[in-house]
C-alpha cells in the first residue's frame, strides 16, 4: 500500500516536471496555432499529442524507480539474510588462505605490518627531532601570532615524519614480503590505517592545543573535546581497516555489503554522539561562542549539531542504497565532512603561514584602546581568503564526493563562475572597505582610536577634510561594487542585464522630476562639501537656533550635537548660511569695569604682567596664538570705565585659556590694590531728617534706583 502511494506521488512530480519541462514545446505551437488557419479549426491536436508524450515519460520514470525500489528491496534481503553467514565466510576465507599460504599466514601478515611501523616510526621520529631541534623556540612572552607559528611549522613537519613512515613501512613489507597476496594486503592496511591515524591525532591535537587561538572554550571543555576526536580517530582507523580487509579476504557481496552498512552505521552513532556531547565546545573552540541573538551567523553556531548529525543520517542512508545496488562512489559519504575538516585545518595553515611571510602587517590600531577592537588590515583580509578558498574547495570536493558534476556540465560550469565572480568580488570590496576606514581613522574621522605607534596617530578630530569626505565615498564605491557583482552574476545565470540599465535611468529620470526636493537637498550638500563649509568634528552655527557640532553627513543631510545633549538633522537644501566657529583661529575680548579714578597706567601694567605669566605658563602657553593684550579703556559712563583685553586662540582652546585668564587676571588685580567698580545706585531725597520716608517716598526712590541702572 506504501510503495502505491508512493509511486502516485512520484508519478505526480514527474507529470509535474514534464510539464515544465514541456513548456519551452508549447509557446512555438500557439504561436504557429495564433497564424496557421488550419491550426485555429483543430487546435486540440498538438496539445492531445503533447498529453501523449507526457504520460509516456511519466509512465517510463515510474517504471525506473519501481524496478530500483524492487532491487533495493531484494539486495536488502540478501544481505540481512547474510547476516549469520558472516563468520562462516570470514572463517572459510581464514582456513582458504592458511592452505594456500601456511597456517600462520595472519601472524606472519600482524608481524610484517608491525615491523614496518616501528622501522618507519623510529626513522619518522629521527627525522622530527632532527628537524625540530633546529626550530628556535618562542620566546616566554611572545605573542600568539608567534606561538601559533611554531606550533604550524612544527605539526607540518610531524605530518611530513608521517608520510616518511608510510615510505619507509612500504620499502620494508616489500622486502619482508615480496607477494601480492592477503598477506601481504593485511600487512600494507596495518601500516597505512596506522599512519593515517597519527596524521589525524596530529592535526587534532594541533587544532585542539591551548596555544591554538582564537578558541575561547574552558580548559575542560577542550579537553573533553581532545578526547572525544581522540576516540573517533581510533574507531575510525578500527572500522576502516575491518572494511579493506573483509574487502582483501575476498567475502561475498552480501557480506561485504552488510559489514559496509553495519560499520558506517557504527561511525554515525558516534559522530552523532560526538556533536552532541560537545555541541558547545566545538564553537567555543573555533573561537566562535554561543549566541543568543537571532542572527544567522548565532543560530548556526547552537544548531551545527543538529545539521551535521541530520547529515550524517542522510549519508548513512545514501550509503546503504549505493552498497545494495552495488553503485560506486559511496565509500566516503558518511566521513568527507571530518576528512575534509582535518585536510582544509592544514592547508589553511600552510596557506597562513604563506599570508604571514608575505603580506605584512599595518600599522596597528585600535578602536576603543588596546583592549577594543583592532581595525583590519589587509593581512586579515588575506587570511579570510584564505579560508574561504578552502571552504569553497572543501565544499566543491564533497559535491564531488555526492557525485555532483561541477566540471563536465554547464550548470556546473555557471556555479564554478558565479562562485569566482562572489569571491573576486569580495576580495574587492573588503580590500576597498579596509583601505577606506583605516584612512579615515588616521584622518580622525572615527572617534575612540588609538594607534601602537604615535608616528601613526590619528589627527585630531575636526582637522582633516578627509575625514568629512571618505563616508560618502565608501557609501558610493561599495555601492558601486556590489552592484557590478549583482550584475555580472546575473548575466552569468543568462539574465539580460541591458533593460536593467535602461530600466534605472528612467527611474532616476522619474526620481529628479517627482523628488526636486530630494535633488535639491543632495547637490546643495555637494557644493556645500566642495566649498569645504563644515567638517566633521566642528561647532557650527546655522542660524534660528541650530548650532552645535557635526556629528555625521549623509547624502541629503547632516546631524548637529547640541552641546546640551540634542540632536538635529537638518537637510542641506534648507541651510541659507552657515557659520563654523571652529575654523583656523578665534579671537575673545574680556571686558573689566573700575570705578572712576582707577590709575589707567597701572591697569595696563598689571594686564600686561599677567599676559607674560599666562605667555610663559607650560600647560596654557602653548595654546596661545595671540598673547593677552590691553586694549585700554573702550567705554565710561556715569559710574564706571571698562577696560578690555583680548588674546587669540584655536577655537577649541578658547573656553580653557578664557577660565584661565579670568582667574588670573582677578587675583592679580587683588594683589595690585586695584577693585571692581560696584553697580550700586545712591539715590538722594530732600528730607529735614526727622521726619520717616513715607511708601510713596520710598516707592519713587526704588523707581529712580531702577532707571539709574
Not at 561541477?406 to 568580488?425: D, M, R, Y
Not at 601694567?605 to 598673547?627: M, R, T, Y
Request: aromatic fraction near 8%; charged fraction near 20%; include cysteine.
Amino acid at each position: 500500500m506504501v510503495s502505491q502511494i508512493s509511486f502516485k506521488w512520484i508519478s505526480g512530480l514527474a507529470v509535474l516536471a514534464c510539464l515544465l519541462l514541456g513548456a519551452a514545446g508549447l509557446d512555438p505551437v500557439a504561436a504557429e496555432t495564433k497564424h496557421t488557419p488550419a491550426a485555429a479549426a483543430a487546435p486540440a491536436a498538438p496539445t492531445e499529442a503533447l498529453d501523449q508524450r507526457i504520460e509516456e515519460e511519466a509512465r517510463v520514470i515510474e517504471a525506473d524507480i519501481g524496478q530500483t525500489l524492487v532491487e533495493l528491496r531484494q539486495s536488502l534481503r540478501a544481505a540481512v539474510g547474510s547476516a549469520s553467514q558472516v563468520p562462516g565466510e570470514v572463517g572459510a576465507a581464514l582456513a582458504r588462505d592458511s592452505a594456500e599460504e601456511g597456517r600462520g599466514w595472519l601472524v606472519e601478515a600482524l608481524l610484517s605490518g608491525l615491523l614496518a611501523i616501528v622501522v618507519g616510526l623510529v626513522v619518522a621520529i629521527a627525522f622530527e627531532r632532527l628537524t625540530m631541534g633546529r626550530l628556535p623556540r618562542p620566546a616566554p612572552g611572545a605573542d600568539t601570532e608567534a606561538r601559533t607559528t611554531d606550533l604550524l611549522v612544527r605539526t607540518l613537519l610531524r605530518i611530513v615524519g608521517t608520510a616518511i613512515l608510510i615510505v619507509v613501512g612500504f620499502a620494508v613489507i616489500e622486502v619482508v614480503d615480496t607477494g601480492v597476496d592477503v598477506r601481504h594486503r593485511t600487512a600494507l592496511i596495518l601500516l597505512v590505517v596506522f599512519a593515517c591515524a597519527r596524521g589525524a591525532l596530529l592535526i587534532s591535537r594541533s587544532v585542539l592545543s591551548p596555544e591554538t587561538p582564537p578558541g575561547v572554550a574552558t580548559a575542560d571543555e577542550t579537553a573533553r573535546l581532545r578526547g572525544w576526536v581522540t576516540t573517533f580517530i581510533v574507531v575510525y582507523a578500527v572500522v576502516a581497516a575491518i572494511d579493506w580487509w573483509f574487502l582483501a579476504l575476498g567475502l561475498s557481496n552480501e557480506a561485504r555489503d552488510l559489514a559496509a552498512i553495519a560499520l558506517s552505521l557504527i561511525l554515525v552513532v558516534f559522530l552523532s554522539a560526538l556533536c552532541l556531547a560537545n555541541r558547545r565546545s566545538v564553537p567555543a573552540a573555533f573561537g566562535r561562542p554561543v549566541h543568543l541573538d537571532r542572527s544567522f551567523g548565532s543560530l548556526v553556531g547552537r544548531y551545527w549539531w543538529v545539521i551535521a548529525i541530520a547529515y550524517f543520517v542522510v549519508a548513512w542512508f545514501a550509503r546503504g542504497i549505493h552498497v545494495l545496488l552495488d553503485q560506486p562512489g559511496s565509500d566516503g559519504l558518511v566521513t568527507a565532512p571530518v576528512a575534509l575538516l582535518f585536510v582544509g585545518l592544514i592547508l589553511y595553515g600552510v596557506l597562513s603561514l604563506l599570508v604571514e611571510r608575505v603580506v605584512p602587517r599595518g600599522p596597528v590600531m585600535w578602536f576603543g584602546g588596546p583592549e577594543g577592537v583592532r581595525l583590519r588590515d589587509y593581512r586579515d583580509l588575506a587570511h579570510d581568503g584564505a579560508a574561504l578558498i578552502v571552504l569553497l574547495l572543501g565544499f566543491g570536493t564533497l559535491a564531488h564526493v555526492w557525485g555532483a558534476a561541477l566540471v563536465g556540465s554547464s550548470a556546473g560550469a555557471t556555479l564554478v563562475k558565479v562562485a569566482a565572480i562572489c569571491v573576486v568580488g569580495w576580495i574587492v570590496y573588503d580590500m576597498v572597505r579596509i583601505a577606506i576606514d583605516r584612512k579615515h581613522a588616521r584622518e580622525g574621522g572615527i572617534p575612540n582610536i588609538v594607534a601602537e605607534d604615535e608616528e601613526f596617530a590619528p589627527l585630531p578630530l575636526g582637522k582633516s577634510r578627509l575625514a568629512t569626505l571618505l563616508p560618502l565615498a565608501r557609501i558610493f564605491v561599495l555601492s558601486a561594487i556590489v552592484v557590478i557583482i549583482v550584475m555580472m552574476v546575473l548575466s552569468e545565470l543568462g539574465v539580460n542585464v541591458v533593460p536593467l540599465f535602461a530600466g534605472a535611468s528612467i527611474f532616476g529620470l522619474a526620481i529628479g522630476f517627482g523628488s526636486q526636493t530630494l535633488v535639491r537637498d543632495v547637490m546643495s550638500g555637494a557644493f556645500f562639501l566642495v566649498d569645504d563649509a563644515f567638517r566633521v568634528g566642528e561647532y557650527v552655527d546655522l542660524g534660528g537656533g541650530s548650532k552645535g557640532t557635526v556629528e555625521k553627513i549623509s547624502i541629503r543631510s547632516f546631524q548637529l550635537r547640541h552641546q546640551n545633549g540634542p540632536l538635529h538633522t537638518i537637510p542641506f537644501g534648507d541651510i541659507k548660511q552657515i557659520t563654523n566657529l571652529s575654523r583656523d583661529w578665534a579671537i575673545t575680548k574680556l571686558p573689566f569695569t573700575f570705578p572712576h579714578g582707577t590709575d589707567v597706567e597701572k591697569v595696563r601694567k598689571v594686564i600686561k604682567k599677567a599676559g607674560e605669566a599666562l605667555a610663559a605658563d607650560p600647560v596654557l602657553g602653548s595654546h596661545f596664538l595671540q598673547p593677552l593684550k590691553s586694549q585700554g579703556v573702550v567705554e565710561m559712563d556715569s559710574n564706571a570705565m571698562t577696560f578690555q583685553v583680548k588674546f587669540m586662540t584655536l577655537p577649541a582652546d578658547a573656553s580653557l585659556v578664557k577660565r584661565a585668564v579670568y582667574a588670573r587676571l582677578s587675583q592679580a588685580f587683588i594683589d595690585a590694590g586695584l577693585s571692581f567698580a560696584s553697580s550700586s545706585v545712591t539715590v538722594r531725597i530732600a528730607n529735614d531728617g526727622e521726619a520717616p520716608l513715607t511708601e510713596e517716598q520710598k516707592q519713587m526712590a526704588a523707581t529712580g534706583a531702577v532707571q539709574a541702572l
